[in-house]
């Protein structure tokens, strides 16, 4: 059974520091290229980063570029998301995703909310 499981959400102010885990189990984790989604209140989901098998190749949303670092542990199965200068803006929940050709998982997400 595979399962995702996202830790490390809460609320924060802007201009802070958040970083989110996710555990993977129940797949060839070294296989799967990794993914972290956002999908706000009243919003598509959207893709905040992904990364993948061995890490050599990252890309960012626009939205979240320079201010956001993805990784990942294949030791550990773990991949994570640094998120730095959070804005209000990047109020939503966010679920992590493994995808390997045609198969994809998600986790359940959780909420991060950035607010004074």
């Known amino acids: 059974q595979v399962q995702l499981a996202e830790s490390g959400g809460c609320s924060v102010q802007p201009g802070g520091s958040l970083r989110l885990s996710c555990a993977a189990s129940?797949?060839?984790?070294?296989?799967?290229?990794m993914s972290w989604h956002r999908q706000a209140p009243g919003k598509v989901r959207e893709l905040g980063a992904s990364?993948?098998?061995?890490?050599?190749?990252?890309n960012y949303a626009d939205s979240v570029k320079g201010r956001f670092t993805i990784s990942r542990d294949n030791a550990k199965n773990m991949v994570y998301l640094q998120m730095d200068s959070l804005k209000p803006e990047d109020t939503a929940v966010y679920s992590c995703?493994?995808?390997?050709?045609?198969?994809?998982?998600w986790g359940q997400g959780i909420q991060v909310t950035v607010s004074s």
């Open positions: 129940g797949i060839t984790f070294r296989n799967y290229a």
């Open positions: 995703n493994a995808r390997r050709g045609i198969a994809s998982f």
């Open positions: 990364i993948t098998m061995t890490g050599a190749i990252i």
